[in-house]
């Protein structure tokens, strides 16, 4: 596998470009040989001009003169900085499937999404939930998952951006068993030998035998016995009022969460600049920021690059790992 790792600019009236620039600057010299900006060039050049980065950018594949390679896509002109635009929104997908193209191709090992504006993406005909649907989309992917990482908490997630309504719907036995085999793989990939996963409830306190719904002894506990069956450390369903700070305390590695706000919320109080977004269950690797587009502050040089900079370092990690299948983890 490739070990150079490709930063998508993300919607170019964001913090993106000014993150990245902030990032890079701080890139040991090796590492910026291992890197590839997929934006627009003129853009990164203003952004690294206002935050004061002293680096420099080139269009060739392997600058020899200490340059950072730019995959270089021209954004339209008269966007605004900080303002909602569907031009950006589309100028932000092609960065992405010019990526994606680049992974594929094993020219890059893992992809670092900057943040994208989801209402810029769709206003510009491309209707995806995100950056996670969006890539499974490109990469002909059944399915993917949505691992948020940290020091010290891992969450994954069995749905993200969909209704709560539709959120309890979609905890099926199946997809639950699926998201814990996600889990399961990645981990050992990444080298835990013997993963402890969590499995959270859906309902307080796990519905209390029915009391409180049954969606917990009906879909659930049957995917945990299934994966407990397949020799994965397995535990659950949980009460997620307490999962998450056990976790936390080091008695798990992984929580399984069944919904977007479930996982998100514990995971941006622990570690809103340093958690990691990384996607599962896809042929390519995927990292990025946990933070939107920032519109209020882009073109300041406020933003903080602290998460940038842990995507990057997460993404490092998986460039050149080999990656495992399902059944090779659980050997």
Do not use: W
């Not at 995806?128 to 998952?145: C, E, N, P, V, W």
């Amino acid at each position: 596998m490739s070990k150079t790792v490709g930063i998508t600019m993300g919607d170019p009236a964001g913090v993106g470009p000014e993150i990245i620039a902030k990032a890079l600057a701080e890139m040991p010299v090796e590492q910026r040989l291992l890197t590839r900006v997929y934006g627009d060039i003129d853009m990164m050049r203003a952004a690294a001009g206002f935050v004061g980065a002293d680096i420099r950018f080139s269009e060739e594949r392997n600058p020899t003169d200490g340059a950072i390679s730019v995959d270089h896509s021209p954004t339209p002109g008269g966007i605004e900085i900080g303002k909602l635009d569907p031009r950006a929104g589309d100028a932000s997908f092609r960065y992405i499937a010019s990526a994606v193209k680049s992974s594929q191709s094993n020219e890059i090992g893992c992809i670092v999404t900057a943040p994208i504006n989801k209402e810029a993406l769709n206003s510009a005909g491309h209707h995806y939930d995100g950056h996670t649907g969006m890539l499974a989309a490109l990469t002909g992917s059944r399915s993917s998952f949505m691992l948020l990482a940290d020091t010290r908490m891992s969450v994954i997630h069995v749905s993200t951006h969909v209704s709560l309504k539709d959120a309890i719907g979609r905890a099926t036995t199946a997809r639950v068993l699926e998201t814990i085999r996600a889990g399961y793989n990645h981990f050992r990939r990444i080298g835990v030998e013997n993963p402890r996963i969590a499995v959270a409830g859906i309902n307080p306190h796990c519905g209390e035998h029915g009391l409180f719904g049954t969606e917990d002894e009906d879909n659930i506990a049957p995917a945990v016995e299934l994966a407990r069956a397949e020799g994965i450390n397995a535990m659950g369903p949980i009460s997620p009022d307490t999962v998450f700070y056990r976790c936390y305390s080091g008695v798990f590695d992984l929580v399984v969460a069944q919904y977007h706000d479930q996982g998100h919320i514990p995971m941006k109080l622990v570690g809103f600049d340093t958690t990691v977004n990384v996607s599962l269950g896809l042929p390519i690797d995927r990292t990025s920021v946990d933070h939107g587009t920032a519109f209020d502050i882009a073109g300041t040089g406020k933003a903080n690059h602290v998460n940038m900079n842990a995507a990057i370092a997460y993404a490092r990690k998986l460039a050149g790992t080999p990656r495992i299948t399902i059944q090779e983890a659980a050997q």
